[in-house]
């Protein structure tokens, strides 16, 4: 059982940057992909960024690659996302997942433990 918990949305103007957490825990947790996903209402989950934990080898969306950076603290357990450059249409709800093995992808089959999310908005 892995248990994720996201911090760090908020209201923000365009251009503007935010950094989203995602603290990880778990009896189970070590050989697992942390992912960062986000939703718009009545719009399918997309793929942002993704991390393996035990190497730290990192993926990021195409549309998302010059402005968002993934990283980790194994210290802290906690998977970070920072957003630069921010634009309205990155507003939606953020979540990060885990799935197990080091495994780097752009969809979100095979995460199975998901966060409660945190919403990001960006107005002009």
């Known amino acids: 059982q892995v248990h994720l918990v996201e911090s760090g949305g908020g209201l923000v103007q365009a251009g503007d940057s935010l950094r989203l957490s995602c603290v990880v825990s778990?009896?189970?947790?070590?050989?697992?992909?942390i992912g960062w996903f986000r939703q718009v209402a009545g719009k399918e989950r997309e793929f942002v960024a993704a991390?393996?934990?035990?190497?730290?080898?990192?993926a990021h969306a195409n549309s998302v690659r010059d402005r968002f950076a993934i990283s980790r603290d194994n210290a802290k357990n906690t998977v970070y996302l920072q957003m630069d450059s921010l634009r309205p249409e990155d507003t939606a709800v953020y979540y990060c997942?885990?799935?197990?093995?080091?495994?780097?992808?752009?969809?979100?089959?095979?995460?199975?433990?998901w966060g409660q999310g945190t919403q990001v908005v960006v107005t002009l």
């Open positions: 997942a885990a799935r197990n093995g080091q495994v780097l992808g752009s969809t979100d089959n095979g995460y199975v433990y």
């Open positions: 778990g009896p189970t947790f070590g050989d697992h992909t």
């Open positions: 991390i393996t934990w035990l190497s730290g080898a990192p």
